[in-house]
Nanobody
Framework: QVQLVESGGGLVQPGGSLRLSCVAS????????MGWYRQAPGKQRELVAS???????NYADSVKGRFTISRDNAKNTVYLQMNSLKPEDTAVYYC????????WGQGTQVTVSS
């Protein structure tokens, strides 16, 4: 079992920044992928960014150049630095861990509004 705890969401004005964190605990395998997904009201959950334990990174086109994903393997933590936020970035952001199984965090709300 793996538990994921997200933090860092909140309300921010357009053009602002937020940093999300996700800490994984439990039975963590060295080979894994950690990532961030988001789900806006009435829409499907979508990939935002992911990073493998080896540092291979993938971004959604909509966030390239604005968001940066990183991870600290020693702390089993993945981060999402979000800059130049737009109202369309408003969503619940979920952390995902994939190894032999897949686990999701509980989600953290990000609201971009003036």
């Amino acid at each position: 079992q793996v538990q994921l705890v997200e933090s860092g969401g909140g309300l921010v004005q357009p053009g602002g920044s937020l940093r999300l964190s996700c800490v994984a605990s439990g039975t963590i395998f060295s080979i894994n992928i950690m990532g961030w997904y988001r789900q806006a009201p009435g829409k499907q959950r979508e990939l935002v960014a992911s990073v493998t334990n080896g540092g291979i990174i993938n971004y959604a086109d909509s966030v390239k150049g604005r968001f940066t994903i990183s991870r600290d393997n020693a702390k089993n933590t993945v981060y999402l630095q979000m800059n130049s936020l737009k109202p369309e970035d408003t969503a619940v952001y979920y952390c995902k861990y994939t190894s032999y199984d897949t686990y999701w965090g509980q989600g953290t709300q990000v609201t971009v509004s003036s």
